[in-house]
């Protein structure tokens, strides 16, 4: 390769290596046969042999010397150079992990990317599955070659998060495996208790349902023997996070009560506990 | 993991296979080294730029790579109002010596092509472009037709014509 296209391929890594080094595009598999070329012309120019040596270059950070990559980090290659003194850049590798995981809806979770060997640049972008995480998309390596996010992850279920790393002008782009991050919501209890029990034929029971912790929002459905009780379906949860039914039972007989809280986008639905309701008869 | 190979490694390999083609494809055009700079310089940026969007399956990176070389010939030799964007790098490549002497000896070194585009002239914008893209740059027909945005039936048509009007061409002029 002459002086100007060693040159040429110096600017082009200047302006355009840092985005190029951070896609990756599928191989492409070249057509086949190559037609004659015409006598004196490109050929000559084309198909010149470009000679590969190898330099040292200076170490790119200070730390733990990394495995594997083809690269380490002090006075070690760095990467194949062509004869015009071109470096290409060192292959990576991403690894990334989670903490908490699972973690609860509303809960922080740390995402940690790590690049080895240490790079001396570029960024992570951590991705949910392919979608950019929103204030991850360009976290900076650190010199321990770690990149860390905190996020707030609201959605609850299975979180296929990956951590892409750009690379720079001598470290290749990489990208980690996926990681399933679960998030879940927060457990509820539910506790169901009768004003009165046992209670008299004519006179009013309250039941109240009490959710842990206080929820805002949901709505409890109360059972009688496992039917539904008229007009204590879907009672709205106060601002304490209690629930009331109130029924007037009309003939002695022995019940079983129970309360259940649909839960929201954050909590949990749950049971309560199960209540044996005794009516008596009035007493004369 | 095996790292996947990156853009730059693949655009790496493009460079090293079509630089000679492309700074031959420019000194066909001009005589000036700064020119011939400039375009070939032009050409891989804007490539470069576009990587991404290669799409290898629909035609092949050099083919792509000489459909973008044919729009900075186009910007640069047609009016200036007609294109948006200026064919000339916003910074032009500084040649030195040693450089000015390597791209003379290529401009040198095209005569022959150059003397084949001239014999061209008469044909048209396209048919021009299709023999030199496959008889010159050493295109397959199909990547030819993907590089000038036309069907490949209609590439081997316009080939097979202007290589005719040609032979006929030679065989007039004795």
Same mark, same amino acid.
């Given at each position: 390769?002459?002086?100007? $296209? %060693?040159?040429?391929?110096?600017?082009?890594?200047?302006?355009? =290596?840092? $985005?190029?080094? @951070? &896609?990756?595009?599928?191989?492409?598999?070249?057509?086949?046969?190559?037609?004659?070329?015409?006598?004196?012309?490109?050929?000559?120019?084309?198909?010149?042999?470009?000679?590969?040596?190898?330099?040292?270059?200076?170490?790119?950070?200070?730390?733990?010397?990394?495995?594997?990559?083809?690269?380490?980090? @002090?006075?070690?290659?760095?990467?194949?150079?062509?004869? %015009?003194?071109?470096?290409?850049?060192?292959?990576?590798?991403?690894?990334?992990? %989670?903490?908490? /995981?699972?973690?609860?809806?509303?809960?922080?979770?740390?995402? !940690?990317?790590?690049?080895?060997?240490?790079?001396?640049?570029?960024?992570?972008?951590?991705?949910?599955?392919?979608?950019?995480?929103?204030?991850?998309?360009?976290?900076?390596?650190?010199?321990?070659?770690?990149?860390?996010?905190?996020?707030?992850?609201?959605?609850?279920?299975?979180?296929?998060?990956?951590?892409?790393?750009?690379?720079?002008?001598?470290?290749?782009?990489?990208? @980690?495996?996926?990681?399933?991050?679960?998030?879940?919501?927060?457990?509820?209890?539910?506790?169901?208790?009768?004003?009165?029990?046992?209670?008299?034929? =004519?006179?009013?029971?309250?039941?109240?349902?009490?959710? @842990?912790?206080?929820?805002?929002?949901?709505?409890?459905?109360?059972?009688?023997?496992?039917?539904?009780?008229?007009?204590?379906?879907?009672?709205?949860? =106060?601002?304490?996070?209690?629930? &009331?039914?109130?029924?007037?039972?009309?003939?002695?007989?022995?019940? !079983?009560?129970?309360?259940?809280?649909?839960?929201?986008?954050?909590?949990?639905?749950?049971? %309560? /506990?199960?209540?044996?309701?005794?009516?008596?008869?009035?007493?004369? | 993991?095996?790292?996947? #190979?990156?853009?730059?490694?693949?655009?790496?390999?493009?460079?090293?296979?079509?630089?000679?083609?492309?700074?031959?494809?420019?000194?066909?055009?001009?005589?000036?080294?700064?020119?011939?700079?400039?375009?070939?310089?032009?050409?891989?940026?804007?490539?470069?730029?576009?990587?991404?969007?290669?799409?290898?399956?629909?035609?092949?990176?050099?083919?792509?790579?000489?459909?973008?070389?044919? #729009?900075?010939?186009?910007?640069?030799?047609?009016?200036?109002?007609?294109?948006?964007?200026?064919?000339?790098?916003?910074?032009?490549?500084?040649?030195?010596?040693? #450089?000015?002497?390597?791209?003379?000896?290529?401009?040198?070194?095209?005569?022959?092509?150059?003397?084949?585009?001239?014999?061209?002239?008469?044909?048209?914008?396209?048919?021009?472009?299709?023999?030199?893209?496959?008889?010159?740059?050493?295109?397959?027909?199909? #990547?030819?037709?993907?590089?000038?945005?036309?069907?490949?039936?209609?590439?081997?048509?316009?080939?097979?014509?202007?290589?005719?009007?040609?032979?006929?061409?030679?065989?007039?002029?004795?």
């Amino acid at each position: 390769m002459g002086k100007f $296209e %060693s040159k040429l391929w110096q600017r082009i890594v200047e302006r355009h =290596g840092a $985005e190029l080094a @951070s &896609t990756t595009r599928p191989e492409h598999n070249p057509r086949g046969r190559k037609r004659p070329l015409l006598a004196g012309t490109v050929l000559a120019l084309a198909g010149v042999g470009f000679a590969l040596a190898i330099v040292l270059v200076p170490p790119a950070v200070s730390g733990p010397t990394p495995g594997g990559g083809g690269g380490g980090n @002090s006075g070690t290659l760095v990467s194949d150079v062509g004869n %015009s003194g071109i470096v290409f850049p060192t292959n990576t590798s991403t690894g990334l992990s %989670s903490s908490p /995981n699972p973690s609860l809806v509303g809960q922080k979770v740390t995402l !940690t990317a790590t690049i080895t060997p240490v790079p001396d640049g570029g960024t992570v972008r951590f991705t949910d599955p392919g979608t950019t995480i929103a204030g991850c998309g360009r976290v900076p390596v650190n010199s321990n070659g770690r990149a860390t996010c905190r996020k707030i992850l609201t959605a609850v279920g299975r979180h296929h998060v990956q951590a892409i790393y750009s690379g720079d002008a001598r470290y290749q782009g990489s990208q @980690s495996p996926t990681i399933n991050q679960v998030v879940s919501r927060k457990t509820t209890s539910l506790h169901l208790s009768s004003s009165v029990n046992p209670a008299a034929v =004519g006179r009013q029971v309250t039941y109240l349902a009490l959710v @842990s912790p206080v929820a805002r929002g949901g709505s409890v459905t109360f059972l009688q023997d496992g039917h539904r009780i008229r007009g204590c379906a879907n009672v709205p949860l =106060g601002p304490t996070g209690k629930a &009331t039914c109130r029924w007037t039972y009309a003939w002695p007989r022995r019940l !079983t009560i129970q309360a259940r809280y649909t839960g929201t986008a954050r909590l949990a639905k749950s049971a %309560s /506990n199960q209540l044996t309701e005794t009516v008596k008869a009035k007493h004369k | 993991m095996k790292a996947p #190979e990156s853009a730059l490694t693949q655009y790496d390999r493009l460079y090293r296979q079509t630089i000679g083609a492309v700074l031959a494809y420019f000194a066909r055009r001009s005589s000036d080294p700064q020119i011939v700079a400039n375009l070939t310089s032009e050409t891989f940026e804007r490539a470069a730029g576009a990587f991404h969007d290669f799409d290898t399956r629909k035609c092949s990176a050099r083919a792509r790579l000489f459909g973008i070389a044919a #729009e900075v010939d186009a910007l640069h030799t047609g009016p200036p109002s007609q294109g948006s964007q200026a064919a000339v790098p916003a910074v032009p490549v500084a040649l030195e010596g040693s #450089e000015v002497a390597e791209l003379t000896a290529k401009i040198d070194a095209e005569r022959t092509g150059r003397e084949l585009l001239a014999r061209c002239g008469r044909l048209s914008p396209l048919d021009r472009r299709a023999i030199e893209l496959v008889d010159l740059v050493g295109l397959m027909p199909e #990547e030819a037709a993907a590089a000038l945005g036309v069907y490949t039936a209609v590439l081997r048509i316009r080939l097979a014509r202007a290589r005719s009007r040609l032979v006929e061409e030679n065989q007039s002029d004795g």
